[in-house]
């Protein structure tokens, strides 16, 4: 089993920016990816951006030049960064984890404000 903890949502005004971070913990192999993934109200989950272990990393076009992903694997942590923030961001963003079998983070609120 594996445990992502989310945290670094919350409110903010257009144009701002926000970092999420999320943290493994449990059964974790070397070989994984990480990422994240946010839903809408009424919308599909949408992948967002992950991460292998090795940093290879796919980012959705639509926050390509916004967002960044990262992750320190010595703390088994990944990370978001999320510049120039738009309306259209808000959405509940999940941490993903996957070496073989999905696993989900609760999900913290992204709220960006006009």
């Known amino acids: 089993q594996v445990q992502l903890v989310e945290s670094g949502g919350g409110l903010v005004q257009a144009g701002g920016s926000l970092r999420l971070s999320c943290a493994a913990s449990?059964?974790?192999?070397?070989?994984?990816?990480m990422g994240w993934y946010r839903q809408a109200p009424g919308k599909e989950r949408e992948l967002v951006a992950r991460?292998?272990?090795?940093?290879?990393?796919n980012t959705a076009d639509s926050v390509k030049g916004r967002f960044t992903i990262s992750r320190d694997n010595a703390k088994n942590t990944v990370y978001l960064r999320m510049n120039s923030l738009k309306p259209e961001d808000t959405a509940v963003y999940f941490c993903?984890?996957?070496?073989?079998?999905?696993?989900w983070g609760q999900g913290t609120q992204v709220t960006v404000s006009s």
């Open positions: 993903y984890y996957n070496s073989g079998r999905d696993y």
């Open positions: 449990g059964s974790i192999f070397r070989l994984n990816v």
């Open positions: 991460i292998t272990s090795g940093g290879t990393t």
